[in-house]
């Protein structure tokens, strides 16, 4: 007998299909009531992006709005020309929403802004593809935790369940009674981890996040600036404002 469809189970993890449109509305209308509640609006560009650290960002603007979002949807929102735009002189924002962007509107000080982001340059550890801003080398002989990036008399060994993980990396250790050793020839005094300037792959990062090793870092360049009092848009360049005429 066949089964009737009536019997059909239906998995409570499933969930619904996100409705983009309802999204795409949702941000165009946020984007158009910010206009109107903000005194300043920052076009904002993400340098290596990390959730966590923009998290931070959030919670430090709570009482301003940020979105990070579609940057065609933004663009619409803001408005591609003068008959099309949320206030004066905002479809003159609209060239600089390409790449990794967001929007920042708050009413805050646009100095105190500014000066936030100068400040905010937390170290990060390096993804695969990038290029490497330092040379790293785990030492010869015991393996601390981190590899030489500390005097030792501050570290400690690298526990010894790691050793199986750097050996499947391709680092030459091995155990000794219980210690992780790194033994190579005599004319090398370490292993070579990665050099200045080489694109490092995902084998090269992974060891130096082990290690704890940041040779990268998360910044947020503010690009450009609107203010509702003046309607004035300013081109941010290193933390120097130039009027945009």
Known sequence: MPRSKRARV?????TAKKDHKEQ????????????????????????????TYLKDVRSEFADSRLFFGKTKVMAKALGSNPETEAAPNLHKLTPYL?????????????ESVIQYFENFRPSDFARAGTEATRSFSIPNGLVYSR???IPTSDDEPISHTIEPALRKLG?????VKGKVMLELTDDQEGYLVCREGDTLDSRQTTLMKMFGVTSSEFKVDLKAQWSRNTNEVKILEQGDMEVDA
């Open 10 to 14: 239906v998995h409570e993890s499933k």
């Open 24 to 51: 795409t509305r949702r941000l165009y209308a946020n984007i158009r009531e910010c206009v109107e509640e903000y005194d300043h609006l920052f076009v904002f560009a993400v340098d290596n992006m990390r959730n």
């Open 98 to 110: 390409t790449g990794a962007v967001g929007l920042l509107f708050t009413s805050r000080s646009a």
């Open 147 to 149: 590899a030489g990036e």
């Open 171 to 175: 680092v030459p250790t091995r155990l």
